[in-house]
């Protein structure tokens, strides 16, 4: 079984810069479709960024032009770097890479943004 594991959350200012990392357990993510979502308590996750397994990227509309996806196949891993960061942002941060017949997600990543 693949797993993927979620790093680099915490408590930021706001206007700060966090970089979430997401290591999969085996190298799945060039055939695979991977994204980030958040989620507040009580609400559906919402799709923040996500990256083709041939690398073309998406971007919420609240975040874009604020963070940035990207993907080292060759390490296993998908990261979100994420600047000038609002309250709004709080959230849990989960990582998320699917194909036909298959969809794995990540434990998640609690991130903060308060002053």
């Known amino acids: 079984q693949v797993q993927l594991v979620e790093s680099g959350g915490g408590l930021v200012q706001p206007g700060g810069s966090l970089t979430l990392s997401c290591v999969a357990s085996?190298?799945?993510?060039?055939?695979?479709?991977t994204s980030w979502y958040r989620q507040l308590p009580g609400r559906q996750r919402q799709l923040v960024a996500g990256?083709?397994?041939?690398?073309?990227?998406m971007y919420a509309d609240s975040v874009k032009g604020r963070l940035n996806i990207s993907r080292d196949n060759a390490k296993n891993t998908l990261y979100l770097q994420m600047n000038s960061l609002k309250p709004e942002d709080t959230a849990v941060y989960y990582c998320?890479?699917?194909?036909?017949?298959?969809?794995?997600w990540g434990q998640g990543t609690q991130v903060t943004v308060n002053s």
């Open positions: 990256i083709s397994s041939g690398g073309n990227s």
């Open positions: 998320n890479a699917r194909r036909t017949g298959a969809e794995l």
């Open positions: 085996k190298n799945i993510f060039s055939t695979y479709a």
